[in-house]
């Protein structure tokens, strides 16, 4: 089968929601173990545990000066009321600090929600807040309503306070109507869910001791199939794994299919943190994220030096490869091991497609776009393979070091 049948093919079946946490993330795995083995080689899946939350009850309307039920969504793991609370409307607007003053024993909303916002309301004396999502136009036969949820470190720096998520348009059009008063109930419940990352190694027949390693999140978020995100990479790196099992390499391959990515790049984090003896060995992590539209454009995303994007650039146009270069830190599995010094390549093709959204489908997606990127990845690996001596260097830059550090350890 070629290259472009193989990932079409192992993309239909990767083709459903596999959000972090799930019986339907577990299947996925499984399929991804089933083709290793099916190709020949050795995969395991490793487990690993990541908060979750379970919504039991959520509900908000307007009290006065007059009635309306609104549509939200329960944010997760931010508590619970006990029983429906019932107040006076605070609009904080985009959550500067001073439209606070006055929000003591009120509920809060807010248009957006980051670290800094949520620490200013928990500091007003709020009792719960309101956010919103999507555009004032969005039809709510086509769209859903967010479902968002807070990680770690809102919790660590502020603790909890419920929250719900309602549509721009209901926001709107409370304020429009005067709204003054509501009642907001909020029931979460926070619960341990188990993740996995699935793992193979191809041994080098020279220099096993020095490794380059391939990654990819399978996961996606709660709507939608997941194809561009990012099935798409997880089938790139398959038929990358497939390429080196049928011609081994001199240097070990490494191939992280990774879990909860959505979450907060949980699958690769927990592996940097559990095989810390792994990292010296590896001199480069090559991350796929989100490639394959049919139309769009191809984007390499440096987490390194110079050197490396020199050659990057160097090797791209060999290959021909119309490609644009960036520098910045990608939000995607390799920052976590460039959090640890591994310089790392980010494979993206942005285009007319849909992410985070019901609409991530297999039409927007080409097999012949595909096996463009894994092809050319190919080359790319096969160049560092053979390689007598590094052709870049295996460091990063310290200004990409304080942007990678300020990501992976966020202040606010």
């Not at 939200?72 to 508590?79: A, E, F, K, L, Y």
């Not at 926070?190 to 191809?202: C, L, P, Q, Y």
Request: glycine share 8%; hydrophobic share 35%; proline share 4%.
């Amino acid at each position: 089968m070629n290259s472009a049948d193989f990932q079409m093919n192992l993309l239909n079946k990767l083709a459903f929601n596999r959000y972090g946490g799930t019986d339907d993330e577990k299947r996925a795995a499984e399929i991804i173990l089933q083709q290793i083995t099916e190709l020949g080689g050795k995969g395991e899946i490793q487990e690993f545990k990541i908060p979750g939350y379970k919504i039991e009850k959520t509900s908000l309307k307007v009290t006065a000066p007059f009635e309306r039920e609104i549509t939200v969504t329960g944010i997760g793991r931010t508590g619970s009321t006990e029983g429906p609370i019932e107040a006076e409307l605070h609009y904080a607007e985009g959550g500067e600090p001073d439209s606070f003053i006055g929000a003591e024993g009120k509920i809060v909303l807010v248009n957006s929600l980051n670290l800094a916002i949520y620490e200013r309301i928990c500091k007003s004396g709020a009792l719960a807040f309101i956010t919103v999502s999507g555009n004032y136009f969005d039809d709510e036969e086509k769209t859903d309503l967010d479902q968002k949820y807070l990680r770690d470190r809102f919790l660590n720096k502020c603790g909890k306070l419920p929250g719900v998520c309602m549509r721009v348009v209901d926001g709107i059009s409370m304020l429009k109507d005067g709204a003054t008063k509501v009642r907001l109930e909020m029931m979460c419940n926070d619960e341990e869910h188990t993740s996995r990352n699935v793992v193979s190694f191809i041994e080098g027949t020279e220099k096993p001791e020095k490794e380059i390693l391939f990654t990819a999140h399978y996961d996606s978020v709660r709507f939608g199939e997941g194809v561009w995100d990012n099935a798409s990479g997880s089938v790139n790196i398959m038929d990358i794994y497939r390429h080196f099992l049928k011609n081994p390499p001199r240097k070990s391959m490494r191939f992280i299919w990774c879990g909860a990515e959505e979450q907060g790049l949980l699958g690769s984090k927990e592996y940097v943190a559990t095989h810390p003896d792994e990292i010296d060995k590896i001199l480069v992590c090559l991350n796929f994220d989100m490639t394959g539209t049919v139309m769009g454009n191809y984007n390499l995303v440096i987490e390194g030096t110079d050197e490396l994007k020199y050659y990057t650039k160097f090797v791209a146009r060999e290959e021909g490869l119309n490609t644009t270069l960036s520098e910045y830190v990608h939000s995607s599995d390799s920052a976590p091991f460039a959090h640890k010094g591994v310089p790392a390549v980010g494979f993206t093709r942005g285009g007319y497609s849909s992410y985070h959204t019901r609409y991530d489908k297999l039409f927007p997606i080409s097999a012949e776009r595909l096996a463009e990127i894994s092809s050319f990845a190919i080359k790319f690996a096969e160049r560092i393979d053979r390689s007598v001596t590094l052709p870049f260097e295996r460091a990063i830059s310290p200004a990409m070091v304080e942007k990678i550090k300020n990501y992976m350890e966020p202040k606010d």
